[in-house]
């Protein structure tokens, strides 16, 4: 599928219609059972590289206008967990939701787009720690913070699946 041209020009066009459909006010892509809708400049889109690479290599190189086919803004990542070596591995996801619950694996994931509201990473309990050099005379210094990772539901949200 990723090397099929007309299969990667079938997902530009429902990527870019989700876009579109996220923007518009529903309840269909969030459980907050209530009418949401996320402006253009609130939408993230972020695609596998593999996935991204198809697109330029097998699809983009090819069209003559591909500005019609052309997936705008989006951000790309190698994997989305572990460290990315084993490529079977780089589509999948494995989470225990915190609230409880079965774990949710689910594999060959190439995009999400969401509401830059649905998702955050905050940086608390900021803390310096330092270590003295006597033989150069000099501190060296080390910012850590504690990650705390927030998914907020009630915001629009879509996952890409090739299945």
């Given at each position: 599928?990723?090397?099929?041209?007309?299969?990667?020009?079938?997902?530009?066009?429902?990527?870019?219609?989700?876009?579109?459909?996220?923007?518009?006010?529903?309840?269909?892509?969030?459980?907050?059972?209530?009418?949401t809708f996320t402006p253009v400049g609130r939408e993230k889109l972020v695609l596998i590289s593999k996935f991204s690479s198809a697109l330029s290599t097998y699809l983009y190189s090819t069209t003559y206008h591909d500005n019609y086919v052309n997936l705008n803004g989006y951000s790309q990542i190698p994997y989305w967990q572990g460290s990315g070596t084993n490529n079977a591995e780089i589509y999948k996801i494995n989470v225990k939701p915190v609230s409880g619950g079965d774990a949710i694996v689910k594999d060959n994931i190439v995009g999400v787009l969401f509401d830059e509201y649905a998702c955050a990473v905050c940086n608390s309990t900021p803390r310096v720690t330092q270590l003295y050099n006597p033989e150069g005379e000099f501190y060296n210094y080390w910012h850590k913070f504690d990650a705390m990772y927030v998914n907020d539901t009630a915001e629009n949200c879509v996952v890409f699946i090739v299945e």
């Open positions: 599928a990723m090397q099929n041209a007309d299969f990667l020009r079938y997902c530009s066009m429902v990527i870019n219609d989700y876009k579109t459909r996220i923007g518009t006010i529903s309840t269909e892509y969030n459980n907050a059972g209530y009418p």
